[in-house]
């Protein structure tokens, strides 16, 4: 069987108009601007009004992707949303969002793989289109991390922020071609429990005990989360470089998940690459999970940052712990 390129003909991103400030967050928990912006820098991110769920960010941003594809909603066949914070246990944030989209010719299912989730949802839809079983394919990383953030633990709340970011998915043979995609998991690591959301599913259902544990909000060790993200990210451009069988600076850019600036500035100085060529919105967004990328992404092309023919890797790594890349020749 041959299989097809495939193309990311168009991209979208929605953040809430809601900020939440490091000055906000001063006044809420023990924590300064400058410890803030030292560790991580974050200036501020977006939160969700309370009646927004997931999908209605992701609405937003799949509008926006589809009006720079030229492609109208009944023309999707496939719709894939990544996210860690559904609308719900069941139906899926997919579900929701076809309606909302009118998108009634689609199948829609979700992806769990936390900051990994739209990587591994664009690996997905573009081997459905590959081999023929999809044409039009809509790819969405959605997150509402404001409302599961515990805004009693300093050292984590400062990280986290709402958002969505789409991309459209079409057989091509020129422009944004698909070059190759790549992911991985480690559900035994040392580290897998290192960032966990650990009741309100089977194992563990919400009740009054859980929230009284305070386990219905994220848990972080941003220790071992700092030492797991410095070395993937370092191994997720070179390994992505051998496997293309080019150097780590052909890169034109490196589109990560906005997980830390000191994190990527640690791994883009072991890859001796310059940071002028890694795009970084996490001082305004903070860390969206399986938006950022995609959020990233849609920046880096709407203000003609990324130029034709530029190759461009997207690379993520999260919870689970999975990681992921997508490597694009614009």
């Known amino acids: 069987m041959t299989l097809r390129n495939v193309g990311i003909v168009g991209t979208g991103s929605y953040l809430p108009p809601d900020k939440l400030t490091n000055a906000d967050l001063e006044r809420i928990i023990d924590t300064t601007n400058e410890w803030i912006v030292t560790r991580t820098g974050i200036l501020e991110r977006r939160r969700a009004r309370p009646d927004q769920a997931s999908s209605d960010l992701g609405f937003e941003a799949a509008r926006r992707a589809l009006e720079a594809a030229g492609v109208t909603p ?14 719900m246990n069941f139906p899926s944030t997919a579900c929701f ?13 979700d992806v769990s793989a936390a900051c990994s989730g739209s990587l591994y949802a664009i690996r997905t839809a573009a081997a459905l289109i590959a081999s023929g079983a999809s044409e039009t394919a809509l790819v ?36 944004r071609r698909i070059i190759e995609t790549y992911a991985g998991a480690d559900g035994g690591s040392d580290f897998t429990m290192s960032m966990v959301l650990s009741c309100g599913g089977s194992q563990k259902p919400f009740g009054p005990d859980t929230i009284k544990n305070k386990e219905h909000v994220m848990f972080v060790k941003g220790r071992d989360v700092y030492k797991f993200a410095v070395i993937k990210f370092y191994e997720l451009v ?9 150097a780590p600076s052909e890169f034109n850019w490196i589109v990560p998940h906005q997980v830390n600036l000191r994190i990527v500035q640690g791994a883009a100085e072991r890859l001796e690459f310059p940071m002028e060529r890694v795009f970084m919105n996490i ?48």
């Open 74 to 87: 009944k023309e999707i066949d496939t719709i894939v949303v990544a996210s860690i914070t559904p609308d």
């Open 97 to 109: 969002l076809q309606k909302k989209l009118g998108a009634k010719n689609a199948s829609a299912h």
């Open 140 to 175: 969405v990383g959605a997150e509402t991390l404001t409302k599961f953030t515990n805004y009693e633990d300093r050292a984590s709340c400062i990280l986290f922020g709402d958002g969505a970011g789409a991309v459209v998915l079409r057989p091509t043979d020129t422009r």
């Open 238 to 246: 070179r390994d992505a470089a051998q496997r293309l069988g080019i």
């Open 283 to 330: 001082e305004k967004y903070g860390n969206t999970s399986s938006a950022s990328v995609l959020i990233a992404l849609d920046e880096a092309v709407r203000s003609n940052s990324i130029k034709d023919g530029d190759l461009v890797l997207l690379c993520a790594f999260g919870a689970g712990l999975t990681w992921g890349s997508v490597t694009v020749r614009w």
